[in-house]
């Protein structure tokens, strides 16, 4: 807007051409209108209140910043920390895991070497010939006590049990411990230190200090356009209380209409004060340069206030940015409280990694011993199907041999009976050559018969070997030859 002193380039095109004069109506007018654009003063003063509550946000801004920045280092730190030794016993799960599928593994294997010894237990009938006669047939493992497989089974069973029990609540804790860590950088990236700055080149993460102070510049900039502008409207208005009390009639009207001015507007001359007298050549200029600036009052308000919304949403990004901060800080300090209970509980998440691990120790050493009663088990079975088919040889042994006694039995009693018939013979030949010359008391035994003998038994009682199938001893060498 122009002045009758001084000239400033006015913001908008004049929209009404100059005149040299004004009726009284016209002034007053005018008058009423820069009044009502004196409204605006407001508007200045709310930027005002925006710059000064950007600047303090900016000041609470480096405290908040630094102090979450602090924790937030710290914090950070110590989630490392915890990570390690979560990361350990992790580490000390998985080892046990493996340790315990591996034993697992072992068992299945000697369970199913133990499950093939009783199968072939179960499909080996003892030869008949062997028991007494009319016993129901039955196969080796009739002769075995399976209540001892079931008893090293079932505490096998029972120190599993206990290990996968020990192994969840292990897990369990190990998750939960996981969990609290989680929560905690959760938490700690609950908000960003840094906003997005449009420059020529594109956009660009700032600092929230810089970020602020950017948008605090340019709210400074709208304030002192602002500032500027209402003083051309005050010029305005004042110019016009000038002109009109230089019109005639004009004194009364132009106190009445200056007299309840909005607060905070301050006029260069009191409206009560009488005016100065002026030539005709300024008063023309003045009147000129009311014209001019009348035509431009509706738009030097029009841009206070879309300066004033520009702030006021540059102002919702402060708040909305100071409110992201407040939250960023108030989740890291939340961070940092659960990040002192966790701590608490560190002790005890070791102490737990070192009892699991010694009981875990026990378990497997009760469970390899009873592996080894299993085996033990297994390799007595083993001997008792060995040993039968070594019996089936030994019955084959001894019926052989018996064979070959009787052979020699029947060929020396054979041998025997034919010494004694000889024998006899050549008796009755001597007593029918000689006998009739020999008195009878000559010797008593001359007509006795020849002794006789017979070959019997030691013990009669004893049992004859059974006669077991070659084909069974042979199998019975078979199986014995091809384990060696």
Not at 17 to 44: F, G, Q, R
Not at 219 to 227: C, G, I, T, W
Not at 234 to 252: M, N, P, Q, W, Y
Request: net charge negative; aromatic share 6%; proline share 4%.
């Amino acid at each position: 807007m122009a002045s009758s002193s001084s000239s400033l380039p006015p913001p908008y095109p004049q929209t009404q051409p100059p005149t040299t004069s004004s009726p009284l109506d016209t002034l007053i007018s005018h008058l009423l209108a820069s009044k009502k654009s004196l409204s605006t003063i407001h508007d200045v003063q709310r930027a005002n209140d925006l710059c000064t509550s950007t600047r303090t946000a900016l000041e609470q801004t480096a405290i908040t910043t630094a102090r979450t920045s602090f924790l937030r280092s710290g914090i950070t730190s110590q989630v490392s920390v915890l990570q390690h030794v979560h990361q350990n016993t992790s580490s000390t799960a998985r080892q046990v895991k493996s340790e315990f599928e591996s034993v697992i593994r072992d068992l299945d294997e000697a369970d199913a070497r133990l499950g093939a010894t009783l199968e072939q237990l179960s499909g080996t009938f003892v030869e008949a010939k062997l028991r007494p006669e009319g016993e129901e047939k039955r196969n080796l493992l009739d002769f075995v006590d399976e209540g001892g497989v079931e008893g090293v089974f079932g505490a096998v069973r029972g120190v599993l049990d206990n290990a996968g029990e020990g192994m969840r609540e292990f897990a369990d804790s190990n998750k939960g411990f996981e969990e609290e860590i989680w929560k905690v950088g959760n938490l700690l990236d609950g908000g960003k230190d840094t906003m997005k700055q449009e420059n020529d080149g594109g956009s660009v993460e700032v600092g929230p200090g810089r970020y602020l102070s950017g948008i605090l510049h340019e709210m400074e900039d709208y304030a002192r356009n602002m500032a500027a502008n209402l003083e051309s409207l005050v010029s305005h208005f004042d110019l016009c209380a000038k002109a009109i009390r230089h019109t005639e009639g004009g004194g009364d009207a132009a106190m009445r209409i200056a007299g309840d001015l909005p607060e905070g507007v301050d006029l260069g001359q009191d409206a009560d004060d009488a005016p100065e007298p002026i030539g005709e050549e300024r008063w023309t200029d003045m009147m000129r340069v009311l014209e001019e600036d009348a035509g431009q009052v509706e738009d030097v308000v029009m841009d206070i206030r879309e300066r004033l919304a520009g702030m006021e949403a540059l102002y919702e990004r402060v708040e909305s940015h100071t409110d992201r901060l407040a939250k960023d800080h108030a989740s890291t300090t939340a961070a940092f409280r659960l990040l002192e209970d966790v701590g608490s509980k560190l002790p005890g998440y070791m102490t737990q990694s070192q009892v699991f691990l010694i009981r875990w120790d026990e378990d497997k050493e009760k469970i390899e011993e009873r592996l080894e009663e299993l085996e033990g088990i297994r390799e007595f079975y083993d001997g008792f199907l060995r040993a039968y088919d070594n019996l089936l040889i030994e019955v084959g042994r001894r019926k052989a041999l018996e064979m070959k006694m009787e052979k020699v039995v029947q060929e020396a009693k054979s041998q025997l009976e034919q010494l004694y018939e000889d024998d006899s013979e050549e008796r009755e030949a001597f007593s029918k050559e000689e006998g009739h010359f020999l008195p009878q008391d000559i010797w008593p035994e001359l007509a006795a018969r020849p002794l006789r003998f017979d070959i019997l038994p030691v013990d009669e009682s004893a049992a004859r070997v059974p006669d077991i199938s070659k084909s069974v001893i042979h199998r019975a060498i078979r199986r014995i030859h091809a384990e060696r």
